[in-house]
């Protein structure tokens, strides 16, 4: 199974952890590759590296996932490189930890604009010209919490299973152009989100998956390379949460 040599995928926050995995691995497949990221610069041009290294055609942009009209003019910048994507991954996000109690007005719109509206405004922009196509994948990356929720992290919780909605919704609207839409929900992964939990916490945490480990993000990289095959075409509208048996 390949993907269609050639395609473009724009991995938005694809400059390190989960992102950083799908782009390098969709390189490894012959894909030209798009690097989103907002301020992560140097990062973004490690994983660049990495994926010009095995082959791939790759452009890094910057934009701010909360402005339309920087996703605009990002849209515009791939357009005239001939760059527009054919898979969106839409990958980028901010989490959130603390009691409901103690969470700022400030702090709740900040992760919903970047989880949520940043989906919801890259999803707009670049499915016009996968309708046009009559074919396209987008793939969401959420989480296992926006399916069973996480105390003290009830505002990103409530972004990812919004996000799990949105992708259900979309899935149906845009079924007869072909176009699928699937979100991957990872459990614990071991990338840069985990720095908040010490050690003893992590540990306590790995005793709680059934495998006994955190995911690795080339794991997650794989199962979302899976969903934008041509052979997936009949998987829409799905959440798959690769956990490690955590969350059933």
């Not at 995928?9 to 390190?16: A, D, I, P």
């Not at 901010?94 to 900040?110: K, N, P, R």
């Not at 899935?171 to 152009?177: S, V, Y």
Request: with cysteine.
């Amino acid at each position: 199974m390949t993907v269609i040599r050639q395609s473009t995928v724009l991995v938005t926050g694809g400059s390190r952890g989960i992102g950083a995995a799908i782009a390098q691995r969709f390189a490894a497949e012959g894909a030209n590759i798009v690097i989103h990221y907002l301020e992560s610069h140097e990062a973004a041009n490690q994983t660049a590296r990495a994926c010009m290294r095995l082959g791939a055609n790759v452009m890094t942009i910057t934009a701010d996932l909360r402005s339309k009209e920087q996703l605009l003019r990002m849209r515009d910048k791939l357009e005239a490189n001939g760059m527009l994507p054919d898979i969106l991954v839409n990958n980028g996000g901010i989490s959130h930890y603390g009691m409901l109690m103690d969470v700022t007005e400030q702090e709740w719109d900040d992760v919903m604009s970047v989880n949520l509206k940043g989906m919801f405004l890259c999803s707009q922009i670049f499915m016009s010209s996968m309708i046009a196509n009559r074919y396209g994948r987008i793939i969401n990356v959420s989480s296992v919490w926006g399916m069973s929720g996480a105390s003290c992290e009830v505002l990103y919780s409530t972004t990812k299973g919004g996000m799990n909605a949105f992708t259900k919704a979309l899935a149906k609207e845009l079924a007869p152009t072909g176009i699928t839409v699937n979100a991957v929900a990872p459990g614990a992964v071991d990338t840069m989100m985990m720095d908040g939990f010490d050690a003893e916490e992590k540990a306590a945490l790995e005793q709680e998956i059934p495998l006994g480990r955190f995911g690795q993000p080339d794991e997650i990289a794989s199962l979302v390379y899976f969903l934008a095959l041509p052979e997936s075409s009949y998987i829409t509208g799905q959440i798959i949460s690769p956990n490690g048996g955590w969350h059933t």
